[in-house]
């Protein structure tokens, strides 16, 4: 009964044992995990990206930090250096090819290469139902949210396939699995992220390259506020644990984890960070 799933996979087993058995062999004796190791994180001088961005460097890695605003890059930049760390930015719209084409630059500026990349960059710029949305704003919210980091990666991947390995964290919501009645397509779009990332997997697994997908929950940042203010019928249910908002660091950790060795053999994965399952 399970042959024709079996033998579907069975093309999958030689990369997925690259994935395991590269990372186990490649132990290093410094305490700084990420040392060496170039991370781009778009969307990072606030909230979750931001914070993400300070985990990743805290571990040892360069982070290349990216928003559409200089002086929020400017001010970013600045507060992760005064902490010591290795950083640098530019302004990136993720929209953009030429902008794309920047950010990649300055990463390729350190050292050559790209090991992490982390997809925070969003958008919603309606609050109102799927069938209200005009082409405008479908448009919009389907370019940044869906296309923008599938258009990233390419250009990133040739860069990332020379470090013979590499990890990528897309990030969705739960709205993805627990719709807002106000967020429509923003709803669809967080919802396509999750069959981005396991296609991804599939496809970049020959390349020791692994794709997972960040699904915060309720995350007190200013991008959550309008979950927050305007009425939404989604609340938390009685199953968070433990009771209170998420904040930004709360997803940090989980990311440094995909993008260590500790999560070598895990790919195609969407992993809610909500206090919840969503699932129960």
């Not at 997925?16 to 001088?45: M, N, P, Q, Y």
């Not at 928003?67 to 992760?80: I, P, Y």
């Not at 397509?185 to 990332?197: E, H, I, M, R």
């Amino acid at each position: 009964m399970f042959r024709p799933l079996t033998q579907g996979w069975r093309g999958l087993l030689p990369s997925v044992a690259l994935l395991s058995t590269r990372s186990i062999s490649s132990g290093t004796s410094t305490d700084v995990k990420f040392a060496g190791k170039v991370a781009v994180i778009t969307g990072s001088t606030n909230g979750i990206g931001l914070a993400i961005a300070r985990r990743l460097a805290q571990d040892g890695a360069h982070v290349v930090i990216s928003s559409r605003k200089q002086q929020n890059v400017d001010r970013a930049v600045a507060a992760l250096q005064g902490e010591g760390l290795s950083v640098t930015g530019t302004v990136c719209h993720v929209g953009k090819a030429e902008d794309r084409e920047r950010l990649v630059a300055r990463a390729l500026e350190h050292c050559g290469g790209v090991d992490f990349l982390v997809c925070t960059a969003g958008v919603n710029p309606l609050v109102g139902s799927t069938l209200g949305s005009s082409e405008q704003v479908w448009d919009k919210i389907l370019n940044i949210n869906v296309k923008a980091p599938a258009l990233l990666l390419s250009q990133l991947l040739p860069h990332m396939e020379k470090r013979g390995q590499g990890s990528v964290v897309l990030v969705s919501s739960i709205s993805a699995y627990v719709s807002l009645a106000r967020l429509g397509a923003y709803n669809v779009s967080k919802t396509a992220l999750l069959g981005l990332t396991k296609t991804l997997a599939v496809e970049l697994a020959p390349k020791n390259i692994r794709v997972n997908c960040l699904v915060p929950g309720i995350i007190k940042t200013p991008f959550s506020q309008v979950v927050r203010t305007t009425g939404s019928s989604w609340s938390q249910p009685h199953l968070v644990f433990p009771r209170r908002k998420g904040q930004p660091e709360d997803c940090a950790g989980l990311v440094s984890f995909l993008c260590s060795p500790d999560a070598s053999y895990i790919s195609g994965e969407n992993i809610v960070v909500a206090g919840f399952s969503p699932h129960l």
